[in-house]
């Protein structure tokens, strides 16, 4: 690397210097542009705030509608159902002078025999003291057995299948 | 005795540039988001903002987008200053960090090499005219070679800022510097030797 001339020194730092000291002015209009620039992008940011709170709503008042349509759904109580439905069986057998439809006496029919075992399930669930959701199919079947048996019993047939 | 808020020691000379001091109401008014009180910063540090901006890219076009880009940082960021520096030294820290973004994001420019920046920098001639021209001097130096040589040799700034902006070495800063200069001291004998 060659030593600069003091010449060409004295050069460069007048060069600097005069840089240095310039004092240029930035458009007129600048503020104004940037003020501008500022607001747009405030709007912007307004807007995707708005959009995403709007979003927002809308999910929230969707869940909420969800929910209350759920929950507007009457949940059926099968074990009052099954009960109900067999006073109406005893009342019907009575009527019609026929065999108690008992579990012991539909033992003989193939149908009647479901109506049994699962009377044997509930019962045993209930020694083992098991009283959860779990029997809830129990006596949503059982329910639908004696809505046939009591259907068949009106029309005087003998219920064989479901 | 009774000195003046923007004028130095002595009270005499007024405070210009980066070391004008922002009364600490407006400051407070900025802080609040009051437009009015940014418009008054730009008033008063546009002008050495755009200057400096201007010094470190070598280009009007890009030192307005510089100067734009510094401002609308300001009004977003402005409720983080604690005031443990000076207004002025805080803006123009970050007007020099924009800058430095801007060279890195620009592609051709990320090649940390001296020699290829150097090299890239000869292949484009300069009149005369423009060899005489102060700022035309610097803006055939490449654009790190420039930024460097500007915040050491106009802004005070050491090797170790320099390097940390850049996240390079101080050795690279140094270097950088050493060949700006050799370029700035054969770009003004070149029209001595051609008179």
Known sequence: MTRPD??????????????????????????????????????????????????????????????????????????????????????????????????TAFDANPATSELAEIDRRLQAAYEHKIYTNQLVPLWKRRSELLDALIAARREGLTLTRI | MNRSANTDMSGLAPLSGFAQIVEASVLARAQRGDMPAFATLYARFGQPCYGLALRLTGNAAQAEDLVQEVFLKLIETIRSYRGDAPFGAWLKRMTANAAIDQLR?????????????????????????????????LRRLPPRARAVLVLHELEGYTHTEIAKLFGQSESYSKSILARGLQRLHASVAEPQAET
């Open chain 1, 6 to 103: 003091s010449k060409s020194v004295e050069a460069v730092t007048a060069v600097l210097q005069s840089i240095g000291e310039a004092q240029p002015q930035p458009p007129a209009d600048l503020w104004s542009r940037i003020e501008a620039a500022h607001g747009a992008r405030s709007r912007r940011r307004r807007l995707r705030r708005l959009t995403a709170g709007g979003m927002f709503c809308v999910i929230l008042a969707g869940a909420v509608a969800l929910r209350g349509w759920h929950s507007a759904t009457p949940e059926i109580d099968w074990q009052a159902r099954a009960q109900a439905l067999e006073l109406q069986l005893l009342a019907i057998e009575h009527d019609n002078r026929i065999a108690a439809a008992t579990p």
């Open chain 2, 105 to 137: 994001k620009n592609k051709r420019f990320v090649d940390a090499d001296p020699e290829a920046m150097f090299a890239a920098a000869d292949a484009v001639d300069a009149s005369p005219a423009q060899k005489l021209d102060a700022a035309a001097l």
